[in-house]
């Protein structure tokens, strides 16, 4: 979630980047403000996003579509 108490999404994928570099896993941030903040996930590096509420459905499909972005632009994957 991009709105976490003690380590937000952005600093959480920070971490992460810098840990795994290329190999890290993909990044999907959960938020209800995606409007506000979608520079801001990308720039972070996240890999997409999928506002909130949402189905179980919408976030595998969140999650397959940066797998998918990956091979064929390695770019983000905004998903709503």
Sequence with gaps: ????????GF???RQIIVKWGD???RIVALTANAMREDKGLVEAGM???QTEPYKPIELE?????????????GGSAATS
Excluded: H, K, L, N
Aim: no cysteine; aromatic share 6%; charged share 35%.
């Design 61 to 73: 499909q969140a999650i397959e579509s940066t797998y998918e972005m990956q091979g064929s632009e």
């Design 11 to 13: 600093e959480a994928t």
């Design 47 to 49: 890999d997409g996003y």
């Design 23 to 25: 190999a890290r896993p």
């Design 1 to 8: 979630d991009v709105q976490m108490r003690e380590m937000d």
